[in-house]
């Protein structure tokens, strides 16, 4: 089994995220290569071979041209499998480079059971487990699913360049319009899930945050249910938070969320399912109603 890592480079830093696709390839089992369109300089820590795309003559983002030369690596390469992260790159280039191959294409892995790939549906409700039956498999890999590694050292890197000129053009990014609050800077965080089950009650998370000096910040379905604000959504496609103190007030603890905040130092959640998956991450699960319990501790780090 050989397996092409697809590595990330923005504005010319290597994005951490490749730790995640080794980890996934160690737990797959097979021999590793890693293509990225990057800058000498920021190498990822990896004692195997990369292929480094010289990014003058394909760019650091050209969906077209980074797919050409990806598949004249997995042609050298004779590879089985192809890995992204389930980034926007990810989800740019490989539909394209599975396209091309005639390959099976797997988005946002989530887990492996042996050689099957897991991936949520309805909304991350249900997981269905995939067993491609292609010679070779393309997949993109959820953010915090797979524990990062390194491994270690320098890579044996071979420049890639094309000469061709690709029918995009890549202009450059451009950052979102940051608004409102910043809780990657929170050292505090109070966060409300559907368990706070109406908008009204906001106010009751709101209160515990400023209570403990902190700010409050919301799942993803409260964001959605117009709730709280997008810039307070919390997870992979919301904000990476690390607080010292986080509390998750009535939230299951979705791999989606989970990988928005924990690097949290302690984590608190209060929910009143013992059995919710928030509590394999959390420090202390408080089994209550929230509706009861969070104003009580509130009332008492008033007093304190
Ligand atoms: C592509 C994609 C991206 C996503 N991105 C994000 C993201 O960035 N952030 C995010 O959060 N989600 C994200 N999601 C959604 C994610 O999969 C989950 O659906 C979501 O995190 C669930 O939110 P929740 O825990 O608030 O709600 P639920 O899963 O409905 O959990 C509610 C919890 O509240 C508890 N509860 C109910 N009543 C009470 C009460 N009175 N007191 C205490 N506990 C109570 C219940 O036991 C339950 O555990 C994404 C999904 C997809 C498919």
């Known amino acids: 089994m050989k397996i092409v890592l697809v590595a990330e480079y923005r504005d010319g830093k290597l994005l951490a995220g490749y730790g995640e696709l080794l980890g996934f390839a160690k737990a797959f089992g ?17 004692d195997g071979k990369l292929y480094l795309g010289d990014t003058a003559s ?6 077209d041209l980074h797919k050409k030369m990806i598949l004249e690596v997995v042609d050298k390469e004779g590879a089985d499998m192809v890995v992204f992260s389930h980034s926007s790159y990810g989800w740019d280039l490989a539909p394209r480079v599975a396209c091309s191959l005639g390959a099976a294409q797997v988005s ?26 292609t010679a070779q498999t393309v997949v993109t890999l959820q953010a915090g699913a797979f524990t990062p590694i390194e491994s270690g050292g320098t890579p044996t ?47 009751l998370i709101e209160s515990l945050a400023k209570a ?18 997008h810039n307070r959504q919390v997870g992979t496609t919301g904000q990476t938070v690390s607080p010292k103190l986080y509390v998750a007030c009535g939230i299951s603890g979705a791999i989606q969320h989970l ?16 059995d919710a998956p928030i ?13 009861q319990f969070v104003p009580a501790l509130t009332e008492k780090v008033e007093a304190l």
């Open 212 to 229: 403990l000096g902190g700010e409050y910040g919301a799942s993803r379905p409260v964001v959605d249910s117009e709730w709280v604000e």
């Open 58 to 63: 394909c760019g650091e983002y050209n969906p």
């Open 108 to 133: 946002e892995v989530v887990e492996l059971k042996d050689k099957t790939l897991v991936v949520p549906v309805c909304n991350a409700k249900l997981r269905r487990d995939v067993k491609c039956s």
């Open 30 to 46: 097979g021999e590793t290569v890693m293509v990225a369109f990057g800058n000498e300089n920021e190498l990822p820590a990896y």
């Open 157 to 203: 890197v071979e420049t890639i360049s094309t000469d061709v000129s690709g029918r995009v053009i890549f202009e450059g990014y451009e950052e979102a319009e940051a608004g409102g609050v910043d809780l990657s800077k929170a050292e505090v965080i109070v966060s409300a899930g559907r368990g706070i089950g109406k908008p009204e009650n906001v106010a």
């Open 279 to 291: 509590g394999e991450v959390a420090d202390v699960l408080v089994v209550a109603d929230l509706l």
């Open 259 to 274: 990988a928005g905040m924990k690097k949290s130092e302690f984590v608190v959640a209060i929910n009143t399912d013992k």
